[in-house]
Every structure is written in structure tokens, then in C-alpha cells.
């Protein structure tokens, strides 16, 4: 099994080219690379006999070559083959993995379907990777308290496909919904295009059972928004697998909308799209969805997927309203009437369930569309507010024209969650500026007021730009959130916290606040 | 306290920290003063940390729909300043009337009936500015909703009861005012409430709140105009009951309000959250002499004599639930909470890491945490 086949969003890099020159193409040589690699990461005997002893020889691997199947998830740049791979069955073998960990002193990193883009799944050397891909059952669907009871290893669309019979579903819809897991959503706090109206993974998940880096198990959360006590759970939702392992979830259900409709509108600019996006949301309309491309990203996705875009047009807004159908039918004409009066040129309503769907494919094609007219790309995912999108678009082009490279921009624009695709071709000798300037976009989010990343996480990718936006004394803070989780830092170290092995002694210097520059807020 | 006790107002961040830094002995933080026996009883403390003077708009963007505040500011004239720009902050709990702050609202995790639509604070809240008992600042979050960069540290001060830290500024996610807002509501015991609860919620109506007082269910939609008319009427048919006229639906939600927020004849007010589908029967077990119940959200809100307090919790427990004491009466010594959850490992764990010398709020989570952590001996 090769978990980086079901990835949803993938972006290939130079590294993974590399690695794939150094290690040679197939045959006999990649096989003895591979086991030198696990040879210098690989553990004792006396330690994978502890790990077959409690969990079984099938569910443990340190064959080398299947070893390298988990050295990476979706961001291919970054890889490291583990030490070891562990497949516990159940909650109490993920238990047990984790206390022979802490019995060995094993650092350890948990992982659902390895679609996640920052290096958040990342192994570590000579440290274990605990998979979670057979915790997957859908322990209980509660029609009556619309909620539903999980492993960790259930695919975000399965919750869903379980509670569709009650007329229910499972909001929160990030693109690789078909394979990528619950688990991995809730260490992502992952969100999707609908995430604007009905908020992120956090705000839809009631009580978590945790396995903590000693072993013992906590219940975080509880089964009401009524609180006793700080919320644990919502640090822990987010938190990147730098706290515990989630073994058990529990969600809210939603009723399934009674009326969905969706339009397609063109613009002339991405300043004019922007400006429809302000208007609607001035109006007091919270659509379900509204999602921008610019003419790249619709040319890439056209060559794609055909899914109905205008080749040519500068920017192609995608609008979704949902609700109940008097409230949606009201509100979908007043959308109409700004996107007309912004100057669309061209507006489709989606005619039923089959157009509405092939407008979506197109959206959600994006990414690996942008592959077919690039060699190589790396993906950002900032965030900016939303009255700045304007600004952060005219950046990012100047940025990308200094750079000599070019950026296609596909994003949520609800929300400001940007997703500019920087373009290049490693043979041509771009990588490194490419690496630059997708950095620098991320960084020029966080000087607008807004996040280095609105759903795709730190991970191993973003944790040396983290003193971008945060100061030394935030991050401290949440160091010492971190210890009281986990104080030996055996949980997926060298995530989401920059540390001096991973980004130098100094990690970029910290900038205040555009706010403190400006004198709103002060800083001590 | 006493009449002696030592005050500390700070007006800013600089202010904040110099209070926190300049006494070293334990402090109680205190807002509007609105629910100074909600929890725990609070043990002996050396100062008060005021917060009243925390208070203003930092800076309010009206087209990212997002506000940060001084945690000191009162909520309801808050909403009136963001009324005037068609916005407002989706959180409706009883003390607000009674100008509860912000930072006081965040801090004891408090929410009203249009939770069922919009969540509470903990959804609400997108940044923050705390200064730590050892005199640290820390922020996290920003003015964007989206937003996965660090831990989400504003998460951990929601229901903290001030034992974490000190919120100076929260930075806020806004809402617009709905066009229009209707009621409609059924005079039903809460067994039958639960019933008509579970058809609303079944049809496509989407109700932002769904509460059962003083006998009746109240249903309350918004929307648009002609949206919230036509769902009303639907409403209206499904329930065989009327549409309130906009009096009415004010009266009967102030009602509501009153019933939460009511203090006084001995009673102990217990806050219960349970499994919506174990509410009706668990509420009707427990004897309380007045109660608002969230068929929809699981949440209600009891008047129990002192005495049926600790059944009261053990019950709550049983059921799956959590309980915790909002009003203790004179001469009251029920416990505040229930049970300890199978978490308190890792809250005592956070507030030994944020908080390690116990200065903050002793005895708020009397009785699960002990006098070792809650501070020096």
C-alpha cells in the first residue's frame, strides 16, 4: 500500500525528483538505498520484538521498502523514512504502541490517509509512525442527537455517506474528503469551501478520546457546547499531532439544507470579483461558499476537467447559498443583482444537482489541474482579511513578475483563505526561487493582518516562518501548552514550532503586528 | 474580600502586566461583577485584578465582519455601536442585560439560546491578548476567521474562570443583523416539548433557537423578511401554535433571560449540559422549581434547593453530562462542579504549565483541583 496514491492535493516538488535521481528509477539499486536509509533510522531488534509482541507481526513493518511508503505525505518535498511503522487495530493497541514509545524513549508521529500538505505526517528518524488507517470504524450514528461516534481512521466523506440515511451530514469539506481522514482533519482543524458559514473541523467536534505521549487516556470535550472547565479539546483540535493521538471522535451532524444553489460568475478583474465578495457579505448574505480563480487557474482547469469555466476570463467566482429554500431564493437574486451590478460578464446558474456538481469538480480539480501546465508548484496557504484581498492579488503578481515565475491564485474568498500556486520548473533551475517566493507570499499574509496558513497547517513547511507572526513570548506560551501535553516532546517534534535544529539558532526576525506598528495595540 | 482588599485597574497592556508583576500574592480577576459566584468558591486572594478599565473598541474592521475589544468592555453597548454598522456579536446569554464584559463572558464560558445557531464564545472568539500570572503576553489569532498557524490558545481562556491568565484584548468574529426575527411558541410540559423540538428541527425551518420556559416552547427564526414570514407560518402550522407579535417575542425572550439570570429565596442555580435526548428526563428527575431547557442544545439551566445539589450533579454525571454551579445561596457548601472529568490530568497539567505558582482564581475548580496546585502552601 502506497498511502501517497490516495492523496487528494498533492503537489510535486523538486525534492521529490531528487530523490527520485539519488535513489535511481526501480530495480535493485532503489531497493539497497533504501535499506541503507533504514539500516541508519532503523530501531533494535529488541524494540520492533516489544512492538510485534503487543500488536502482532502483522501490524508492524520494518520492511525497508514498504518502510519508504510512509516517508512523506502530500508534500512530497519533505521526506524521512521511520524508524518503524505500526498498525494498531484498535484504540487500546494505539494505547499500547504509545507507552512502548514512552518505555523506549521513541519519538512518534501519527498518521490518517497522508494527505495533508504542510509536513505535518512527516516521520521521524529512528522515531515510529503509528497509523491509524485501521481505526476505521463509524462506531455509532445518533439521528436523535445528531451526532456520530468515530475512529480516527473513517474518511471525512464516509461520516457523511453514514449519516446521509437521517437526512444529516458532516460539514466540514476539505477537498480530499474522499480519503483523507476525521483524525487527520481534527490534528489540522482542517476546514474545506464551506467552512465560511459553518466554521472548521473545531467548531464541529464535541468530545475527543486522547491517547497522551505517557499512554494514559483523557476525554476532552464533552457531549454540549456547555463547558466545565477550559477547552482542551479546542487546543487539541489543530494541534498538529504535537499533543496526542485521537483514537476517538465525536461529531455534531447537521440536516441536510433544504434548498443549495450555486452560480458562476466572470469578471473582468479579480478586483472587480473581489468587490461582488465585499458587497455580498456588506449585504449580510453568509454565503455557504464563494471561491475565486484567476484566469491561470481556469485555464488549468479547463485543460482538466472541461467543467464549464471561461477560458480567458481574469477572474471566475464560484457563489453558494444554502438554507431553507425561502431564504435562499431571496437571497440568491440579491447575489445576482451585485454580481450584475459589479459588471459580470458572463453569470450561470447552476441548472441542477449534475451542474452544480461539475462547477465544484472544476473548483476542487484546481490543484492537480495546475499540474498539467506546470512541471512543479508549490501551494501556499495564507490567509489575509478579507478587505485585503485586493491588495494581497496585486502583490503576489508583482511578487511573481520580480521572480520571473508565475503564480495561478485559486482561493476561498469568503474567508481570505488564499491559495496562490507558485509555478516552476525544477530542471529549469527555478526551485529555490520558487521556495523564496512561496515563502515570502505566506509571510506577506501575515504583514497584512492576516495568517501564515488558514487550513493546511505548520507542520514541517511553515514552523521556520512561525516568528514571522509570532513573537519569542507567544511562542514560549505555547511551548509550555506543549510540555503540559507531552513534556518529553516525543509527539511529532519538529512541527508546527520552529526549533533551532530545523530553522537555525535564529529563526527569521519577528516583525510586529501591523497593528502595533500602527500604535492599535501595544506590545511589551 | 474585604472593604481593604487591594484593587488593581489596569487601563492598558502595559498597565495589565505592571498589576500582574507587581503583587505577588494571589488575585481574583473581576469584570462587571456578574457572576462573582459562578464556580468554585473563591479562596483567600491578596488583590482584585478590575478590568473595568480595560474597556474600548480596539479597532473595528466592518467589512472582514471582525472587532477587537478590550476584554473589560460591556457586550451590550457594544452591540449597539456594532447595530449601527448592521453587525453584531451572535451570543445572546442572560447577564448581558446586566452588562457583563467580554473578557468575563470569554472567561466563564457563558452562552444563551442562540448558541444552537452560532455556537458559544469558544466559536466566536478568533485572537487574543493575555498576560500570564508570571507577566508573559501572549497572542494568538489575528482579524481572520481561517486561521491554523499555532495552537489556538484563545480556546484554552474560555471557561478557564480567570485561573489562566489575564484576557487584555479578544478580537471577535461578527455576524450581521438578521432583516427580520420571529417566535413562535407552543405552550407544552418539557416531555412534550422535546417531541415538538425534534419535528422542528426535522423540517427544514433552521431555528437560531429553540428553548422551553414557564411552559411554553419558544422557536425563535431569523432571515429575511419574506424568508422568516413564510418559515414562520410553516412553523406555525407544524406546531398548531401562534407567531408571536414582535412584543410578545421580546417579553417572552426577556422572560427567558430573567428566568436564567435569577438569583435569590435560597435557591442554588445549577447550569447542566447533557445529551439533548437525556435533558427532558434527567431535568424532570432533579426537582427544580424553575428551569429553561435547550431541547436542541442539551443545555438547561435549574433553580434546585441547596440541599438537592450534589444528587443534582451525581445525576447530570450519570447521564453523561456535566454540571456546574452558577449560583451558590448563603450558608450553600454543595460542590460547584460534578464528578472530575477523565481530563483533569491534563487541565491541572495547563494550569501548572500557565499558571504555576496557583495565583489566579483559587478555588474556582474547588473541588477537582487541590490546594497544592491552587497554590503555594
Known sequence: ?524 | MTGSMTVLRPTGLATAREAMLGTAGRLVISGAGTAPDWGGPLGAVDAVLDTTGLAGVVRHNPGDMTISVLAGTPLRPLQDVLAGHGQRVALDAARVRRGATVGGLVATGDAGPSALAFGTLRDLVIGAIVVLSDGTVSRSGSHVIKNVAGYDLTKLLHGCFGTLGLLVEVILRLHPVPPATRTVAVGCPLEGAARLCRSVLDGPCEPVAVEWCDGRLLVRLEGTERGVASRAQRLADLLAAPVLDEGDAEAAWARHAEIVDRRGDGAAVLRVGLPPSRLPGVVASLGASAVTAGPATGVATLRLPPEAVAAAHAAVYAAGGTSMLRHRPAGCDAPAWGPPPAALPVLASVRRALDPDGRLGPGRFSPWMDADLDGPR
Open chain 1, 1 to 524: 500500500m502506497d498511502p501517497r496514491n490516495h492523496a487528494g492535493e498533492r503537489c510535486r516538488s523538486p525534492h521529490q525528483a531528487q530523490t527520485r535521481h539519488e535513489a535511481g528509477v526501480g530495480g535493485p539499486e532503489e531497493a539497497e538505498v533504501a535499506q541503507t536509509l533504514a539500516m541508519c533510522g532503523g530501531l533494535g531488534t529488541d524494540v520492533v520484538a516489544d512492538f510485534t509482541a503487543a500488536l502482532g507481526a502483522g501490524s508492524v513493518i520494518t520492511d525497508p521498502v514498504r518502510l519508504r511508503s510512509y516517508e512523506c505525505d502530500g508534500l512530497t518535498g519533505y521526506r524521512q523514512v521511520p524508524g518503524l511503522v505500526v498498525l494498531p487495530g484498535d484504540a487500546g493497541q494505539v494505547g499500547a504502541a504509545v507507552r512502548l514509545c514512552a518505555r523506549h524513549g521513541l519519538p512518534f508521529v501519527a498518521r490518517g490517509a497522508g494527505t495533508g500538505l504542510s509536513g505535518g505526517a512527516l516521520p521521524v528518524a529512528e522515531g515510529v509512525v503509528i497509523s491509524l488507517q485501521r481505526l476505521r470504524r463509524i462506531l455509532s450514528v445518533d439521528p436523535l442527537d445528531r451526532r456520530a461516534v468515530l475512529e480516527p481512521g473513517v474518511t471525512n466523506l464516509d461520516v457523511t455517506r453514514a449519516a446521509a440515511p437521517y437526512g444529516l451530514y458532516y460539514a466540514p469539506d476539505p477537498s480530499s474528503q474522499q480519503v483523507c481522514t476525521v483524525g487527520g482533519n481534527v490534528a489540522e482543524n482542517s476546514g474545506g469551501a464551506h467552512c465560511l458559514k459553518y466554521g472548521f473541523t473545531t467548531n464541529h467536534v464535541l468530545e475527543l478520546e486522547v491517547v497522551l505521549a505517557d499512554g494514559s487516556v483523557v476525554i476532552l470535550g464533552g457531549p454540549t457546547g456547555e463547558q466545565c472547565g477550559p477547552d482542551l479539546r479546542g487546543v487539541f483540535v489543530g494541534s498538529e499531532g504535537t499533543l496526542g493521538i485521537v483514537t476517538k471522535i465525536t461529531v455534531r451532524l447537521l440536516r441536510t439544507p433544504e434548498s443549495v444553489r450555486t452560480l458562476l460568475a466572470d469578471f473582468g478583474s479579480v478586483h472587480a470579483a473581489g468587490d461582488t465578495v465585499s458587497d455580498i457579505v456588506a449585504a449580510g448574505i453568509v454565503p455557504a461558499a464563494v471561491e475565486m480563480m484567476d484566469a491561470l487557474a481556469v485555464e488549468a482547469v479547463e485543460q482538466a476537467v472541461a467543467a464549464g469555466y471561461t477560458v480567458g476570463t481574469p477572474a471566475a467566482l464560484v457563489v453558494e447559498l444554502d438554507g431553507p429554500a425561502e431564504e435562499v431564493a431571496t437571497q440568491f437574486e440579491q447575489v445576482r443583482r451585485i454580481c450584475e451590478r459589479r459588471g459580470c460578464t458572463r453569470l450561470h446558474v447552476a441548472t441542477g444537482e449534475a451542474d452544480r456538481a461539475r462547477i465544484w469538480k472544476g473548483r476542487k480539480a484546481a490543484f492537480a489541474a495546475v499540474g498539467r501546465i506546470s512541471p512543479d508548484y508549490f501551494v501556499q496557504d495564507g490567509v489575509v482579511p478579507r478587505t485585503q484581498l485586493g491588495e494581497a492579488l496585486d502583490r503576489i503578481a508583482a511578487m511573481g513578475a520580480d521572480a520571473g515565475l508565475r503564480v495561478a491564485n485559486v482561493f476561498h474568498a469568503g474567508d481570505g483563505n488564499l491559495h496562490p500556486l507558485v509555478l516552476y520548473d525544477a530542471d529549469a533551475g527555478e526551485h529555490e526561487r520558487a521556495e523564496k517566493l512561496s515563502r515570502e507570499i505566506a509571510e506577506l499574509c501575515v504583514e497584512l493582518g492576516g495568517s501564515l496558513s488558514g487550513e493546511h497547517g505548520i507542520g514541517t513547511d511553515k514552523a521556520c516562518s512561525m516568528p514571522r507572526m509570532f513573537g519569542e513570548e507567544d511562542l514560549a506560551v505555547m511551548r509550555r501548552v506543549r510540555a503540559a501535553f507531552d513534556p518529553d516532546g516525543r509527539c511529532n517534534p519538529g512541527k508546527l514550532l520552529p526549533t533551532p535544529r530545523l530553522c537555525g539558532e535564529r529563526p527569521g526576525p519577528f516583525r510586529p503586528h501591523p497593528l502595533e506598528a500602527a500604535g492599535g495595540i501595544e506590545r511589551l
